[in-house]
């Protein structure tokens, strides 16, 4: 069984630029959810997709968006880069109807750094 | 609205000793607790969850937790540390009418002195 993965690990983007951080879920997962770590904060929830629709979002800016693909991968995109969108972002799959599975399985992340 | 407050953003701890981590928590409904461990430039693994069965839940590396509604309180406790246990720990809070969103605290970094 293969786990959550995330591309890249690392990027360096300038303030101003856009960005794409991709996910792959977990066989068999229906649902991906991202979530925003800061140094030294616990991650933040920025938005979830279940079976390719959006299904709840954090207090996030609209130049935040997302996909989620058939195959239930998950495309991160950040719009008009801010210094202080450098961060971890994390991906987490699970399953279940709409999401309610409360296992959720986290990948290792992609580091974000904002110049 | 939920909310996880974690007390203790250092907690330092012998080799040996016990590890207590604090976690307090409000929702408005009955809630899911979790623990999640995070070891430096990693991910989160989870370490154990608490979905409305036993109020005593164990998790994996000899880890445990105790739900006490009364409290509002999901507090982590591993009677022996070990040096691998040196990691950051995040409570965490949903529910599945959400869909099961988490609502992490701050966290709370775990240092094991030998």
């Known amino acids: 069984e293969t786990g959550v993965t995330q591309s890249p690990t690392h990027l360096i983007k300038t303030r101003g630029q856009q960005v794409t951080l991709r996910c792959s879920s977990q066989s068999g997962h229906n649902t991906v959810s991202w979530y925003q770590q800061a140094l030294g904060q616990g991650p933040q929830f920025i938005f979830q997709y279940y079976r390719e629709e959006e299904n709840g979002r954090g207090n996030f800016p609209p130049r935040f968006s997302g996909l989620q693909f058939p195959n239930y991968s998950s495309e991160l995109n950040v719009n008009a880069l801010e210094l202080d969108d450098s961060a971890l972002y994390l991906c987490?799959?699970?399953?279940?109807?709409?999401?309610?599975?409360?296992?959720?399985?986290f990948g290792p992340g992609t580091r974000l750094t904002v110049t | 609205a939920q909310s996880v407050t974690q007390l203790g953003s250092h907690v330092s701890v012998s080799e040996g000793a016990l590890v207590l981590l604090r976690c307090n928590y409000s929702s408005s409904v009955p809630p899911y607790l979790f623990w999640y461990v995070q070891y430096p430039n990693q991910g989160l693994q989870l370490l154990l969850k608490y979905t409305s069965a036993a109020t005593l839940v164990k998790g994996i590396n000899g880890f445990e937790a105790e739900f006490k509604k009364s409290e509002t309180s999901f507090h982590l406790t591993k009677p022996s540390a070990h040096m691998s246990d040196a990691a950051e720990y995040f409570c965490?809070?949903?529910?599945?009418?959400?869909?099961?969103?988490?609502?992490f605290g701050g966290g709370t970094r775990v240092l094991v002195k030998p």
């Open positions: 987490a799959s699970s399953s279940g109807d709409r999401g309610t599975s409360y296992e959720q399985y």
């Open positions: 965490a809070v949903s529910r599945a009418a959400a869909g099961n969103k988490l609502t």
